[in-house]
Every structure is written in structure tokens, then in C-alpha cells.
Antibody, heavy 119, light 111 residues
């Protein structure tokens, strides 16, 4: 059974940093593109970043570019998101997701981890 | 503000057919064949409902169908059921963003 479990969220002050993790199991992690998607409280979904199978290709959304960095460790079956220079508007549930069906659809999602940026 | 626009809400009686539109532009839906749809129940992670415009993952009922024309896409739910009451989002790649965009989201209410 495919499982994705995020961790690392919490309360952080503006300007602070966190490292979000996503532990993958039940599939061959190194064979898949992976994504981070976030959702602010009461708002819609926002794509954050994606990374290819070996980590050689990474893309970040405009609102996080230069502040967030996606990475992965295939030996540990783990996906990461380094979030720096946090702003109040970065408050959201952060989901990791596996890309499926030969394109760019996110076929599996984790339950998410909440990041709250507040003073 | 998203580059993909959806109606905030649609509603229908049980058994009826409802459609949700996703309006984009030549930099997203009009240029790329892959439009995906997700269902999100309150307090839960999204679930893939339709991929590549009109394909259903295993386990998704055939009451759900997708289509695309020009710079817009649509999700149709036929034989509406109480369990379909949820939020729905479309997704496409956008060349002007050099990344992915989700639609603004639509809440479906079963009357």
C-alpha cells in the first residue's frame, strides 16, 4: 500500500525556517516524480515545487522561489522541503504527493503537515 | 489569484447531473492536453478524480467524467449522490508561470 506521511510542521515566527519531510513507503520511491502542494486555511490548493526521480531537476512556484528548496534522498525514501524566510502568508497545510499516470497528475497524497507562521 | 477560474459553487438534487467549468487561457489549458481534477472532502487530502482530461483512476465511479474544449475544461458528475458533496479543483501546467496551476475550486452541494 502506497503511504506518504509528512512531518516537520509547527509554529514558527516570521523570518524563520523549517524543514518538512515526507516519508514514502509501499512503492519504489526512486522511480517517481514528487510534488509539494500547500493549502492555506480556508483557501484553495497551490502548487509549491516538484522534483524528478534522481533529484537532478527541480521546479519551484513563483511565490516560494528563492525561499523554499525541494530535495530528496532515495536511499531513505524521503522527500524534503526546506522553507526559509517564512512569511505569514506561508501559513498552510503542506502536502507531499506522488506523480502518476505518465504525466503530472498527483495520484497519491499524504495527510499533510500544518505550518503556522505567526509572531 | 489563480490563472484557472472555476465557479465558487454548484448544486443539484440527488440523481441530477452537474458540471464544473475550469476556464484557462492559451498558456495553460489551451496549450497542454493534460487537465486533472481532484476531489477534496473537508479536512482531508485531495484525491485524484480525473487525469489527462478524461481518464479515471481505478476505483473512481464512471459517474465522473471530464472533457476539454479550447481553453476550458469541464468535470461532469452524473447521478449526483450525497457523498459527492465536496470541493473540486482542476489543475494544468502553465507556461507563463513555468509551473502548475490549480483552479480556484468549486464546492458542490447536494440539495
Amino acid at each position: 500500500e502506497v503511504q506518504l506521511v509528512e512531518s516537520g510542521g509547527g509554529l514558527v515566527q516570521p523570518g524563520g525556517s523549517l524543514r518538512l519531510s515526507c516519508a514514502a513507503s509501499g512503492f519504489t520511491f526512486r522511480n517517481y516524480w514528487m510534488n509539494w502542494v500547500r493549502q492555506a486555511p480556508g483557501k484553495g490548493l497551490e502548487w509549491v515545487a516538484n522534483i524528478n526521480q534522481d533529484g537532478s531537476a527541480k521546479n519551484h512556484g513563483g511565490s516560494v522561489k528563492g525561499r523554499f528548496t525541494i530535495s530528496r534522498d532515495n536511499a531513505k525514501n524521503s522527500l524534503y522541503l526546506e522553507v526559509n524566510s517564512l512569511r505569514v502568508e506561508d501559513t498552510a497545510v503542506y502536502y507531499c504527493g506522488r506523480v502518476d499516470y505518465g504525466g503530472d497528475a498527483v495520484g497519491y497524497w499524504g495527510p499533510g503537515t500544518l505550518v503556522t507562521v505567526s509572531s | 489569484q489563480s490563472v484557472l477560474t472555476q465557479p465558487p459553487s454548484v448544486s443539484g438534487a440527488p440523481g441530477q447531473r452537474v458540471t464544473i467549468s475550469c476556464t484557462g487561457s492559451s498558456s495553460n489549458i489551451g496549450a497542454y492536453s493534460d487537465v486533472h481534477w481532484y476531489q477534496q472532502l473537508p479536512g482531508t487530502a485531495p484525491k485524484l478524480l480525473i487525469y489527462s482530461t478524461n481518464n479515471r483512476p481505478s476505483g473512481v465511479p464512471d459517474r465522473f467524467s471530464g472533457s476539454k474544449s479550447g481553453t476550458s475544461a469541464s468535470l461532469a458528475i452524473s447521478g449526483l449522490q450525497a457523498e459527492d458533496e465536496s470541493d473540486y479543483y482542476c489543475q494544468s501546467y502553465d507556461s507563463s508561470l513555468s509551473g502548475y496551476a490549480f483552479g480556484t475550486g468549486t464546492k458542490v452541494t447536494v440539495l
